[in-house]
């Protein structure tokens, strides 16, 4: 692309912007090299969650998705859904910063006024200890069974799914579709209702009917099995962290300290950068520390600067009242 002409390109140069015809499939980050589509390497997940508010009568919901999908193709650490049991659009975001950006670029390209609910902290659930759950499944003329080991693993891992039962026991065909009903959906902790995360959940085994078993009668096993260990095992409830830097003038540290601590946040002190500038690194849970930067400007007139980018997940450090809200 050449400002307003297309010139055609034997070859792409760093630097250089290209239009590319065939894929239909390409999202924000792919790499194309040889006529082959290498998916990105790098996954975001959003922290914080809100909810859509527009006029119904100027767009209908099916629109709105149909707008939110195409910004989502374009910007990877945009998740929208519309959540069935509330019939309500929600966007899930890096950061609040980016909500005014997609009410912005909504109102600007779509011609869309918008406006967005309380920004919630998107928690997820894992377990302490090693259990066993078992899901049974038979009314007339349908049967399965499935026991799974779940195992708690160390933060960051996410989800593990494997196999280990004889083909005695239960066929291998049907061994692979348990696999797939644990990779097909999002299991959900029972704690807060919040995405399971960092566990290992291994078949141990499994049993099936000659006559009466259906490939979906081992989805309802599994999704009970799921559910039947977790209900039996100490659950934990996750929250993000921010890794953050705070840069500010001298005089203003001890007040900076006294608000990590309040925040639950864990500090160092480095070296100071610059004269009268001190720089203060760290770790502090989201939900204290979302707002922080509106503190930091006021309390350093401006000079102050704090950047923030997300550590992962870590306990909740205030799990009892989070729990008390749900």
Request: glycine fraction near 8%.
């Amino acid at each position: 692309c050449h400002g307003e002409k297309l010139i055609p390109a034997s070859k792409a140069v760093c630097g250089g912007l290209y239009a590319v015809t065939g894929p239909g499939e390409l999202v924000c980050g792919d790499e194309i090299e040889k006529g082959r589509v290498t998916k990105s390497p790098y996954e975001f997940y959003p922290m914080l969650s809100a909810g859509l508010e527009f006029d119904r009568s100027k767009c209908s919901d099916k629109t709105m998705m149909g707008y939110l999908n195409i910004l989502q193709a374009e910007e990877p650490m945009l998740m929208a859904l519309r959540e069935e049991s509330t019939q309500q659009i929600t966007v899930r975001v890096m950061g609040e910063i980016q909500l005014e950006v997609l009410k912005f670029v909504l109102k600007q390209r779509f011609n869309i006024d918008v406006d967005f609910g309380e920004c919630k902290i998107l928690y997820l659930e894992t377990i302490k200890n090693p259990v066993v759950g078992r899901g049974h499944f038979e009314p007339l003329r349908h049967y399965a069974e499935v026991h799974l080991l779940l195992e708690p693993l160390p933060r960051g891992s996410g989800l593990v799914f494997a196999a280990d039962c004889s083909e005695e026991q239960l066929d291998k065909n049907w061994q692979r579709l348990v696999l797939t009903h644990l990779y097909e959906k999002e299991h959900l902790g029972v704690l807060t209702g919040s995405v399971i995360t960092d566990m290992k959940i291994t078949l141990k085994a499994g049993r099936a009917h000659q006559k009466h078993t259906e490939g979906g009668d081992f989805r309802q096993a599994t999704y009970r099995a799921v559910r039947q260990g977790l209900m039996q095992a100490e659950s934990v409830l996750l929250e993000p962290y921010y890794e953050f830097r705070l840069e500010i003038p001298e005089t203003a540290v001890g007040r900076a300290m006294t608000d990590i601590e309040r925040m639950c946040g864990t500090f160092a002190l480095q070296q100071t950068h610059e004269a009268g500038m001190a720089v203060i690194t760290g770790e502090a849970p989201v939900s204290t520390m979302k707002d922080y930067y509106k503190e930091v400007v006021a309390y350093s007139k401006g000079t102050g600067r704090l950047f923030c980018n997300l550590k992962g997940y870590e306990v909740c450090h205030n799990q009892n009242e989070v729990l008390k809200t749900c």
